[in-house]
């Protein structure tokens, strides 16, 4: 039940992304793009560090390049997977308090694995 953050609502090039408790600022409003782009802030996009493919890969942001490492996939099963990548977007270490980082991990079906887009 919480938002994927933008932590402090930097706007600096590979700040980590986290979980927080939902409150509908700009740091949680993400943007799902034809071009298969999570954009936050109109320019910064989810990206997966260093277009890191393996497991505990830092999802991040960063300017919006159209690289494969800033594409994603949302699935019917609530999955969010890298195109680049094919990991899971994942509350690490199946956290679910405030602060708790956000990862790449294999796909496992769990709820730290599970996310939802609001209008």
């Given at each position: 039940?919480?938002?994927?953050?933008v932590?402090?609502?930097?706007?600096?090039n590979?700040?980590?992304?986290?979980?927080?408790?939902?409150?509908?600022g700009?740091?949680?409003?993400?943007?799902?793009?034809?071009?298969?782009?999570?954009?936050?802030?109109?320019?910064?996009?989810?990206?997966?560090s260093?277009?890191?493919?393996?497991n505990g890969?830092?999802?991040?942001?960063?300017?919006?390049?159209?690289?494969?490492?800033q594409?994603?996939?949302i699935?019917?099963?609530?999955?969010?997977?890298?195109?680049?990548?094919?990991?899971c977007?994942?509350?690490?270490?199946?956290?679910?308090?405030?602060?708790?980082?956000?990862?790449?991990?294999?796909?496992?079906?769990?709820?730290?694995?599970q996310?939802?887009?609001?209008?």
């Amino acid at each position: 039940g919480r938002c994927i953050d933008v932590p402090g609502f930097s706007t600096s090039n590979g700040t980590q992304e986290q979980l927080w408790d939902c409150h509908g600022g700009t740091n949680q409003r993400w943007t799902y793009t034809a071009s298969r782009q999570l954009m936050v802030y109109g320019s910064k996009c989810l990206d997966a560090s260093g277009q890191g493919m393996s497991n505990g890969t830092a999802v991040i942001i960063w300017d919006c390049n159209g690289q494969a490492n800033q594409q994603w996939n949302i699935n019917l099963d609530g999955t969010v997977t890298g195109v680049q990548s094919g990991l899971c977007v994942d509350a690490d270490g199946a956290g679910t308090a405030n602060g708790t980082k956000i990862i790449l991990w294999s796909c496992n079906g769990g709820a730290n694995q599970q996310w939802s887009l609001r209008a």
